[in-house]
């Protein structure tokens, strides 16, 4: 494996707002053209968690959603709206937290994440807060899909990742997390690689896929200034592909669940 | 807040070993002449946590280290060096968890993490195993320093990170963490900011050091080709700086302690 001395990140300019049912692809063509710049092989492209689920038509009109007496319950509990709540406890598998304004659940994809990364702001809606944003189906699988239509679009083998923003438990602030992968090794393991001094080293795996969903993060804005695709150049991304799944820690293997 | 379009990361190539009492910052100035490049205004320095650690000699020989009765005990129970055990435990407030092979404490400094931080790879040593590398006694402070020193030496006014690679608790994989960090905002606070609709944002702050960190551990790697430091240029750090212990969840908000 060689590291890159350098890499650059570049956010896509102008892509127009996502509707269920458009191709990424063309809008990912569309920035590349404003940007002036082409796709390459080995590049990564960074994809918004909001962007795949709105062309994936993810958005659920809450009124359209009749809470359960459980998630009513939950809602009080929590004091959220209980619609809301409803839309939370179908994409999980349980609750793994809960306090006033609080709700860590974990999602039936396995990630431990706040109100099972179900979204209300940067949704449009006719009239505020009666819309919200579901996590897509099955992110690997989008990144997968991604993956072939650029290459069929832009004609680049590139690493498709998709982030969201985690809170983490220990550490105040939230941080860009890859949620679908594909075209690169979501985990890098260096199991008995040498370190500088020959000394077998004993930390092995390296979360790749969310190091980059990080960096990516960093361009991409959480405000009015968001820009949901990043290209992220120069990395070594050789290595068997593994998707996004695999850096869910097996409940087994987990101390803190 | 304007979000950058681009940004680049550089690593600063063929630095030498690190020994107690080196100045960093002219360790930097050199790897800066061999890449070609000048420091700007704005760049941010991020430093590997093991070269910091090495310069201040936060080296200790485990020849030298006791075990205590408590220590002795713990290291039966964790399997592992009691006197590696010894030096965990006087670098932290209290145990975690533990498990056969795992023990993961509260560092004095707030951070939850396995064995104190403290490493036994990359740790040059006459007979191998008898050395092992504490974190800076002060990241913070120790940031702040290599700011100073960056600009007498190098004449910019940069931000400063201290990294190192953190394992999480629901994910596989170690990710970078900022522990020290002076010049930027670790945390950006983005309450009351509207969002691409209008509403305002509820996910409020963003752990900007710490995906700045994990984006600089992409070009480190951590076995022989190590690369400590690593320049991010292009971003926005305007903002009041505020230390990496602003990351540190204070426990009495912390559901998962």
Redesign the interface.
């Known amino acids: 494996?060689?590291?890159?001395?350098?890499?650059?990140?570049?956010?896509l300019?102008g892509l127009p707002?996502v509707k269920p049912g458009d191709a990424l692809d063309g809008l990912v063509a569309q920035g590349l053209d404003a940007a002036r710049i082409d796709l390459c092989d080995g590049d990564v492209v960074v994809f918004a968690q909001k962007v795949v689920s709105k062309a994936e038509g993810r958005l659920v009109d809450l009124r359209s959603v009749t809470p359960s007496p459980r998630a009513e319950e939950v809602a009080r509990q929590v004091d959220k709206d209980p619609r809301l709540v409803e839309l939370i406890l179908r994409e999980s598998k349980r609750i793994v937290?809960q306090?006033r304004d609080?709700l860590?659940v974990e999602h039936r994809l396995g990630?431990?994440m706040a109100n099972a990364g179900i979204d209300?702001?940067?949704?449009?809606?006719a009239a505020?807060?009666e819309f919200a944003l579901l996590l897509p189906e099955d992110p690997d699988a989008s990144a997968l899909r991604l993956r072939a239509a650029l290459a069929r679009s832009c004609g680049a083998r590139t690493g498709v990742i998709i982030n969201d923003?985690f809170g983490?438990?220990?550490?105040?602030?939230?941080?860009?997390?890859a949620i679908g992968c594909a075209g690169l090794p979501a985990?890098?393991d260096?199991r008995g690689?040498?370190?500088?001094?020959?000394?077998t080293?004993?930390?092995t795996?390296?979360?790749?896929a969310?190091?980059?969903a990080?960096?990516a993060?960093?361009?991409?804005?959480?405000?009015?200034?968001?820009?949901p695709v990043v290209i992220v150049r120069g990395?070594d991304i050789h290595g068997p592909a593994l998707a996004a799944q695999?850096?869910?820690?097996p409940p087994e293997e987990?101390?803190?669940?």
Chains 1, 2 share one sequence.
């Open positions: 494996m060689n590291i890159a001395n350098r890499i650059e990140l570049i956010a300019p707002a937290r306090r609080v860590v990630f431990v209300q702001s940067n949704v449009a809606s505020e807060g923003s983490r438990p220990w550490r105040r602030g939230t941080a860009g997390v985990l890098r260096l690689r040498p370190d500088l001094f020959g000394r080293l004993r930390v795996e390296i979360g790749l969310d190091e980059i990080a960096a993060s960093l361009l991409m804005g959480q405000a009015d200034e968001a820009r990395l695999v850096l869910v820690r987990d101390l803190f669940r």
